[in-house]
């Protein structure tokens, strides 16, 4: 199966509207830029959750373009170099995409530790590739900040993934 094959598996847009909406909703936090008291500007992609979840469990729920333009938005609203973060999404979903069937035999709590090593590898790629595209060295703590964050983030949207997907699943009714 390839990624270009999941109209077969697509779910109806009424059952799925519940997860356009959260989806949208979560790339609409990903847009903001937190300050904490010693550290500004941190960027936490909260987008990576539902990616990484839909990728794995309904690839068909979040189409290669919503996935692309959603990377373009984040880019648009943070005034970040255009294409990175949808060049990344892309590049991750291609990723995830391969190794989803690994992934889904694991428990739950390789699941968790698999999220936790994509969101370090995401946010150690998008340091080192805006560094080298700007010339200048950013800081590291609000990137540091921004894996810690996403981790944590990672246990509430998740619950909240699942239950959209038991609706659309027809099980929580």
């Known amino acids: 199966m390839s990624l ?8 109806s847009k009424v059952k799925a509207f519940p997860a356009y909406i959260i989806n949208i909703v979560i790339l609409v936090l990903s847009m903001r830029s937190l300050d904490f008291l010693a550290i500004e500007n941190v ?13 794995i469990h309904k690839p068909a729920i979040t189409p290669l373009w919503f996935i692309f333009l959603s990377g373009l938005a984040i880019d648009f609203a943070i005034d970040g ?20 069937r690994i992934i889904l035999s694991q428990p739950a709590l ?19 590739m805006a560094s080298l595209l700007t010339w200048e060295l950013w800081s590291l703590w609000p990137s540091l900040l921004a894996i810690v964050i996403n981790i944590v ?8 993934l699942k239950g959209v997907h038991r609706v659309m699943s027809g099980y929580g009714r």
């Not at 960027?43 to 990728?55: K, Q």
């Not at 590049?91 to 391969?98: A, D, H, N, Q, S």
């Not at 983030?153 to 619950?159: D, E, F, N, T």
């Open 43 to 55: 960027h936490s992609i909260f987008f990576l959750t539902p990616l990484f979840y839909w990728i």
């Open 4 to 11: 270009l094959d999941l109209k077969d598996n697509k779910p």
């Open 110 to 128: 390789y699941h968790y530790l698999m999220f936790a090593i994509i969101v370090c590898g995401f946010e150690i790629i998008r340091w080192c």
């Open 153 to 160: 983030a990672y246990g509430p949207i998740l619950l909240v």
């Open 81 to 100: 170099l255009l294409g990175l973060h949808a060049f990344l999404f892309v590049t991750l979903t291609m990723i995830l995409f391969k190794i989803r």
